[in-house]
């Protein structure tokens, strides 16, 4: 991700896209699978991670902050990650009634904005930026800096949906 408001694409991406076009479907299909199953797990991961530290006692949690913020770290790199996938799943022509297009849209202008800020609060240390603190309250978790905050369960239900779209798109593909 660029600093900007925009997700810079990788460079190659586009000559990919016109070098998978010879690619038969099916084979790029699977690539696809094998690309969301990878960072719908490592999302579901690092999630797991993260709420881990809700059932940790006051004392632990402490202690477990700069884990959290790392594990949050990786979860944002995920979700970017599994953004990518299904744009690269829509690219591909996996997206035949634009169920996945919509999907992405919607992911995009209710996530993108906060992926970025918490990338950037993550990324640059050397801004003067208070760092990044877990908000603990019940069963909630969040994650503030100066200027935003972000709740991992919405984040985690939202890149859920996504990876669960692109699986539904693509599995009649498969067969």
Known sequence: ???TNA???????????RTLASVPLRQR???IRYDVNWQGTAVRMQYERLVAHL???FEDRVWAHMRAVADLDFLVISVHRLLHVAERARTFGC????ELKQAIKLFRSQWLPQLIEVRNALEHLDQGAAGIV??????????????GQVDVHKL???????????????????S
């Open 156 to 174: 985690f239900k939202a890149a859920d949906k996504l990876c669960k779209t692109i699986c539904g798109i693509i599995e009649p593909l498969e």
């Open 1 to 3: 991700m660029s600093d």
């Open 29 to 31: 299909v699977a690539q």
């Open 95 to 98: 997206d035949t009634d634009g």
């Open 134 to 147: 877990p908000v603990q309250g019940g069963s909630t978790m969040s994650f503030a800096w100066r200027g």
């Open 7 to 17: 997700v810079s694409a990788d460079p190659n991406q586009d000559a990919a896209a």
């Open 55 to 57: 059932n940790l006692p």
